[in-house]
Protein backbone atom coordinates (compact mmCIF):
# COMPACT_ATOMS: atom_id res chain seq x y z
CA UNK A 1 0.00 0.00 0.00
CA UNK A 2 2.95 2.36 0.59
CA UNK A 3 4.27 1.62 -2.86
CA UNK A 4 0.75 2.66 -4.50
CA UNK A 5 0.50 5.88 -2.04
CA UNK A 6 4.22 7.03 -3.69
CA UNK A 7 3.26 6.14 -7.21
CA UNK A 8 -0.46 7.78 -7.15
CA UNK A 9 0.89 10.61 -5.21
CA UNK A 10 3.21 11.29 -7.64
CA UNK A 11 0.80 11.05 -10.69
CA UNK A 12 -1.17 13.56 -9.43
CA UNK A 13 1.44 15.68 -8.70
CA UNK A 14 2.58 15.72 -11.88
CA UNK A 15 -1.16 16.25 -12.91
CA UNK A 16 -1.48 18.82 -11.20
CA UNK A 17 1.13 20.73 -11.28
CA UNK A 18 0.58 21.43 -15.16
CA UNK A 19 -2.66 22.08 -14.70
CA UNK A 20 -1.71 24.94 -11.81
CA UNK A 21 0.88 26.37 -14.43
CA UNK A 22 -1.40 26.69 -16.92
CA UNK A 23 -3.91 28.28 -15.19
CA UNK A 24 -2.12 30.93 -13.50
CA UNK A 25 0.14 31.96 -16.13
CA UNK A 26 -3.25 32.91 -18.11
CA UNK A 27 -4.68 34.49 -15.41
CA UNK A 28 -1.43 36.61 -14.75
CA UNK A 29 -1.93 37.20 -18.88
CA UNK A 30 -5.31 38.11 -18.65
CA UNK A 31 -5.24 40.42 -15.60
CA UNK A 32 -1.72 41.94 -16.78
CA UNK A 33 -0.61 40.87 -13.16
CA UNK A 34 3.25 40.13 -13.19
CA UNK A 35 4.21 36.47 -13.74
CA UNK A 36 6.38 36.70 -10.29
CA UNK A 37 3.42 37.83 -8.34
CA UNK A 38 1.58 34.66 -9.25
CA UNK A 39 4.51 32.66 -8.64
CA UNK A 40 4.86 34.11 -4.85
CA UNK A 41 1.22 33.74 -3.98
CA UNK A 42 -0.79 31.09 -6.13
CA UNK A 43 1.40 28.75 -7.02
CA UNK A 44 3.08 28.96 -3.76
CA UNK A 45 0.90 28.67 -1.41
CA UNK A 46 -0.77 26.29 -3.45
CA UNK A 47 1.95 24.43 -3.44
CA UNK A 48 2.91 24.66 0.22
CA UNK A 49 -0.21 23.42 1.47
CA UNK A 50 0.98 19.99 1.54
CA UNK A 51 4.12 21.45 3.81
CA UNK A 52 0.65 23.56 5.97
CA UNK A 53 -1.24 20.26 6.40
CA UNK A 54 2.05 18.00 7.66
CA UNK A 55 3.21 20.49 10.02
CA UNK A 56 -0.27 21.87 12.12
CA UNK A 57 -1.20 18.43 11.81
CA UNK A 58 1.82 16.95 13.48
CA UNK A 59 2.16 20.02 15.92
CA UNK A 60 -1.15 19.00 17.36
CA UNK A 61 -0.44 15.27 17.90
CA UNK A 62 3.30 16.55 19.62
CA UNK A 63 5.49 15.56 17.16
CA UNK A 64 7.55 18.76 17.25
CA UNK A 65 10.63 17.40 15.31
CA UNK A 66 7.83 16.14 11.74
CA UNK A 67 6.84 20.21 12.02
CA UNK A 68 9.91 22.12 12.05
CA UNK A 69 11.85 19.67 10.13
CA UNK A 70 9.35 19.48 7.51
CA UNK A 71 10.07 23.18 6.72
CA UNK A 72 13.31 23.35 7.35
CA UNK A 73 14.05 20.47 5.08
CA UNK A 74 11.10 21.22 2.62
CA UNK A 75 13.14 25.22 2.28
CA UNK A 76 16.68 23.53 2.07
CA UNK A 77 15.17 21.05 -0.67
CA UNK A 78 13.53 23.63 -3.07
CA UNK A 79 16.14 25.93 -2.75
CA UNK A 80 19.34 23.40 -3.88
CA UNK A 81 17.02 20.26 -5.60
CA UNK A 82 14.52 21.99 -6.67
CA UNK A 83 16.21 25.09 -8.71
CA UNK A 84 18.97 22.63 -9.27
CA UNK A 85 16.78 20.00 -11.15
CA UNK A 86 14.90 22.51 -13.00
CA UNK A 87 18.01 24.71 -14.19
CA UNK A 88 18.74 21.01 -15.29
CA UNK A 89 16.04 21.32 -17.27
CA UNK A 90 16.16 24.62 -18.54
CA UNK A 91 18.11 27.59 -17.19
CA UNK A 92 16.76 30.12 -14.95
CA UNK A 93 16.97 33.62 -15.68
CA UNK A 94 16.36 35.86 -12.71
CA UNK A 95 15.55 39.80 -12.62
CA UNK A 96 17.17 42.29 -10.51
CA UNK A 97 14.34 42.97 -8.87
CA UNK A 98 14.23 39.43 -7.67
CA UNK A 99 17.86 39.75 -6.68
CA UNK A 100 17.36 42.60 -4.82
CA UNK A 101 14.25 42.26 -3.00
CA UNK A 102 12.78 38.86 -3.27
CA UNK A 103 15.86 36.34 -2.91
CA UNK A 104 17.17 38.97 0.19
CA UNK A 105 13.98 38.75 2.22
CA UNK A 106 13.97 34.94 1.27
CA UNK A 107 17.38 35.09 3.58
CA UNK A 108 16.59 37.09 5.82
CA UNK A 109 13.32 34.80 6.74
CA UNK A 110 15.94 31.69 7.43
CA UNK A 111 18.07 34.20 9.61
CA UNK A 112 14.99 34.88 11.99
CA UNK A 113 14.15 31.35 12.30
CA UNK A 114 17.82 31.01 13.37
CA UNK A 115 17.90 33.60 15.77
CA UNK A 116 13.94 32.42 17.09
CA UNK A 117 15.07 28.66 17.44
CA UNK A 118 18.18 29.70 19.04
CA UNK A 119 17.16 30.08 22.92
CA UNK A 120 19.73 28.12 24.60
CA UNK A 121 22.76 30.19 22.54
CA UNK A 122 20.86 33.53 22.77
CA UNK A 123 19.39 33.70 26.28
CA UNK A 124 20.81 30.68 27.94
CA UNK A 125 17.84 28.33 28.23
CA UNK A 126 17.19 25.06 29.23
CA UNK A 127 15.53 24.03 25.68
CA UNK A 128 15.03 25.38 22.45
CA UNK A 129 11.56 26.30 21.69
CA UNK A 130 9.78 28.17 19.08
CA UNK A 131 6.61 29.40 21.33
CA UNK A 132 3.15 31.38 20.83
CA UNK A 133 5.58 35.01 21.08
CA UNK A 134 7.86 33.63 17.91
CA UNK A 135 4.91 32.37 16.14
CA UNK A 136 3.07 35.83 16.02
CA UNK A 137 6.25 37.37 15.41
CA UNK A 138 6.37 34.94 12.14
CA UNK A 139 2.98 35.70 11.20
CA UNK A 140 3.45 39.43 11.05
CA UNK A 141 6.90 39.36 8.84
CA UNK A 142 4.15 37.53 6.60
CA UNK A 143 1.70 40.01 6.92
CA UNK A 144 4.22 42.68 5.50
CA UNK A 145 5.63 40.10 2.72
CA UNK A 146 1.83 39.71 1.51
CA UNK A 147 1.73 44.12 1.71
CA UNK A 148 4.88 44.20 -0.39
CA UNK A 149 3.79 41.31 -3.34
CA UNK A 150 0.55 43.28 -3.53
CA UNK A 151 2.41 46.37 -3.45
CA UNK A 152 4.32 44.82 -6.67
CA UNK A 153 1.12 44.01 -8.39
CA UNK A 154 -0.37 47.50 -8.19
CA UNK A 155 3.01 48.78 -9.70
CA UNK A 156 3.05 48.56 -13.30
CA UNK A 157 6.30 47.13 -14.55
CA UNK A 158 9.07 49.26 -15.87
CA UNK A 159 12.22 48.25 -17.75
CA UNK A 160 15.22 47.92 -15.69
CA UNK A 161 18.35 49.23 -16.83
CA UNK A 162 20.15 45.82 -18.05
CA UNK A 163 17.61 43.76 -17.96
CA UNK A 164 16.88 42.33 -21.76
CA UNK A 165 13.47 42.32 -22.66
CA UNK A 166 11.57 39.19 -23.01
CA UNK A 167 11.16 37.66 -26.50
CA UNK A 168 7.82 37.93 -28.01
CA UNK A 169 7.98 34.08 -28.74
CA UNK A 170 7.36 34.02 -24.86
CA UNK A 171 4.52 35.52 -24.21
CA UNK A 172 2.37 33.90 -26.99
CA UNK A 173 3.64 30.81 -25.13
CA UNK A 174 1.15 31.68 -22.50
CA UNK A 175 -2.64 30.07 -23.60
CA UNK A 176 -5.12 32.69 -23.11
CA UNK A 177 -7.71 30.42 -21.86
CA UNK A 178 -11.27 31.26 -20.95
CA UNK A 179 -12.01 32.29 -17.18
CA UNK A 180 -13.87 29.61 -16.11
CA UNK A 181 -10.93 26.85 -17.50
CA UNK A 182 -8.53 29.04 -15.88
CA UNK A 183 -9.63 29.11 -12.55
CA UNK A 184 -11.03 24.96 -12.72
CA UNK A 185 -7.21 24.67 -13.75
CA UNK A 186 -5.92 26.28 -10.73
CA UNK A 187 -8.20 24.65 -8.19
CA UNK A 188 -8.13 21.04 -9.90
CA UNK A 189 -4.45 21.50 -9.84
CA UNK A 190 -4.46 22.93 -6.03
CA UNK A 191 -6.17 19.88 -5.07
CA UNK A 192 -4.11 17.38 -6.87
CA UNK A 193 -1.32 18.53 -5.87
CA UNK A 194 -2.42 18.71 -2.13
CA UNK A 195 -4.21 14.99 -2.37
CA UNK A 196 -0.77 13.73 -4.34
CA UNK A 197 1.63 15.25 -1.73
CA UNK A 198 -0.74 13.86 1.25
CA UNK A 199 -0.66 9.91 -0.54
CA UNK A 200 3.28 10.33 -1.12
CA UNK A 201 3.98 11.47 2.83
CA UNK A 202 1.83 9.07 3.91
CA UNK A 203 3.67 6.01 1.96
CA UNK A 204 7.35 7.47 2.61
CA UNK A 205 6.64 7.82 6.32
CA UNK A 206 4.74 4.32 6.30
CA UNK A 207 8.01 2.66 5.16
CA UNK A 208 10.26 4.97 6.72
CA UNK A 209 8.45 4.06 10.00
CA UNK A 210 8.89 0.40 9.76
CA UNK A 211 12.69 1.04 9.10
CA UNK A 212 13.16 2.47 12.63
CA UNK A 213 13.89 6.49 11.52
CA UNK A 214 13.72 9.32 14.04
CA UNK A 215 11.35 11.73 13.61
CA UNK A 216 13.58 14.47 12.73
CA UNK A 217 15.26 12.51 9.78
CA UNK A 218 12.03 11.53 8.71
CA UNK A 219 10.97 15.29 8.75
CA UNK A 220 14.11 16.95 7.30
CA UNK A 221 14.36 14.32 4.07
CA UNK A 222 11.19 12.26 2.84
CA UNK A 223 7.78 14.19 4.64
CA UNK A 224 10.45 17.29 3.46
CA UNK A 225 11.32 15.57 -0.29
CA UNK A 226 7.74 14.35 0.18
CA UNK A 227 6.05 17.92 0.42
CA UNK A 228 8.01 19.72 -2.04
CA UNK A 229 7.31 17.45 -4.84
CA UNK A 230 4.75 20.29 -6.17
CA UNK A 231 7.32 23.02 -5.87
CA UNK A 232 9.67 20.71 -7.86
CA UNK A 233 7.17 19.82 -10.79
CA UNK A 234 5.67 22.79 -10.71
CA UNK A 235 9.10 24.52 -11.27
CA UNK A 236 10.17 22.34 -14.09
CA UNK A 237 6.67 22.59 -16.05
CA UNK A 238 6.74 26.15 -15.51
CA UNK A 239 10.37 26.67 -16.82
CA UNK A 240 9.56 24.26 -19.69
CA UNK A 241 6.70 26.41 -20.74
CA UNK A 242 9.10 29.41 -20.47
CA UNK A 243 7.71 30.77 -17.38
CA UNK A 244 11.42 31.48 -15.23
CA UNK A 245 9.64 34.04 -13.31
CA UNK A 246 6.71 31.58 -12.06
CA UNK A 247 9.12 29.10 -11.44
CA UNK A 248 11.61 31.36 -8.97
CA UNK A 249 9.07 32.79 -8.07
CA UNK A 250 7.15 29.88 -6.88
CA UNK A 251 10.36 28.41 -4.69
CA UNK A 252 11.00 31.99 -2.98
CA UNK A 253 7.33 32.07 -2.19
CA UNK A 254 6.92 28.47 -1.03
CA UNK A 255 9.82 29.53 1.55
CA UNK A 256 8.50 32.31 2.23
CA UNK A 257 5.09 30.75 3.18
CA UNK A 258 6.78 27.95 4.99
CA UNK A 259 8.71 29.78 7.40
CA UNK A 260 6.38 33.19 7.86
CA UNK A 261 3.08 30.91 7.48
CA UNK A 262 3.39 27.04 8.65
CA UNK A 263 5.60 28.19 11.01
CA UNK A 264 3.84 30.46 12.44
CA UNK A 265 0.37 28.96 12.31
CA UNK A 266 2.27 25.76 13.77
CA UNK A 267 4.06 27.72 16.87
CA UNK A 268 0.62 29.89 17.60
CA UNK A 269 -1.43 27.28 17.98
CA UNK A 270 1.45 25.00 19.88
CA UNK A 271 5.09 25.65 21.38
CA UNK A 272 7.36 23.64 19.26
CA UNK A 273 9.97 22.11 21.22
CA UNK A 274 13.19 21.97 19.18
CA UNK A 275 15.03 18.49 19.94
CA UNK A 276 16.26 16.78 16.73
CA UNK A 277 16.77 20.04 14.45
CA UNK A 278 20.58 21.39 15.18
CA UNK A 279 22.13 24.38 13.89
CA UNK A 280 23.74 22.45 10.79
CA UNK A 281 20.13 21.92 9.40
CA UNK A 282 19.53 25.89 10.22
CA UNK A 283 22.77 26.91 8.71
CA UNK A 284 22.71 25.08 6.00
CA UNK A 285 18.95 26.54 5.30
CA UNK A 286 20.81 30.00 5.45
CA UNK A 287 24.02 28.82 3.28
CA UNK A 288 21.05 27.64 0.77
CA UNK A 289 19.31 30.56 0.32
CA UNK A 290 22.77 32.64 -0.04
CA UNK A 291 24.43 30.26 -2.34
CA UNK A 292 20.98 30.81 -4.73
CA UNK A 293 21.57 34.40 -4.37
CA UNK A 294 25.27 34.66 -5.19
CA UNK A 295 24.95 31.74 -8.37
CA UNK A 296 22.48 34.60 -9.24
CA UNK A 297 24.35 37.62 -8.55
CA UNK A 298 27.48 36.50 -10.43
CA UNK A 299 28.17 34.72 -13.22
CA UNK A 300 26.36 33.96 -16.66
CA UNK A 301 24.10 37.37 -16.17
CA UNK A 302 21.53 36.07 -13.71
CA UNK A 303 20.67 33.18 -14.66
CA UNK A 304 20.93 29.56 -12.61
CA UNK A 305 22.67 27.32 -15.64
CA UNK A 306 23.21 23.78 -15.71
CA UNK A 307 26.60 23.70 -14.17
CA UNK A 308 25.22 25.96 -11.25
CA UNK A 309 22.00 23.59 -10.89
CA UNK A 310 24.32 21.10 -10.53
CA UNK A 311 26.43 22.17 -7.98
CA UNK A 312 23.00 22.82 -6.17
CA UNK A 313 21.98 19.80 -6.42
CA UNK A 314 25.43 18.23 -5.01
CA UNK A 315 25.49 20.08 -1.80
CA UNK A 316 22.02 19.02 -1.17
CA UNK A 317 23.14 15.11 -1.07
CA UNK A 318 26.33 16.31 0.80
CA UNK A 319 24.17 17.70 3.28
CA UNK A 320 21.81 14.21 3.12
CA UNK A 321 24.66 12.55 3.61
CA UNK A 322 26.29 14.43 6.18
CA UNK A 323 22.90 14.07 8.06
CA UNK A 324 22.36 10.35 7.78
CA UNK A 325 25.93 9.76 9.17
CA UNK A 326 25.96 12.16 12.28
CA UNK A 327 22.90 10.09 13.20
Do not use: H
Not at 20 to 47: C, E, N, Q
Not at 282 to 293: A, Q
Amino acid sequence: MNILFLIGGLILILLGANGLTDGSASVAKRFRIPPIVIGLTIVAFGTSAPELTVSVSSALKGSADIAIGNVVGSNIFNTLMIVGCTALFAPIVITRNTLRKEIPLCILSSVVLLICANDIFLDKASENVLNRVDGLLLLCFFAIFMGYTFAIARTPSTPVAGDAPAPPAEEDDIKLLPWWKSALYIIGGLAALIYGGQLFVNGATGIARNLGVSESIIGLTLVAAGTSLPELATSIVAALKKNPEIAIGNVIGSNLFNIFFVLGCSASITPLRLSGITNFDLLTLVGSCVLLWFFGLFFAKRTITRIEGSIMILCYVAYTVVLIYNT
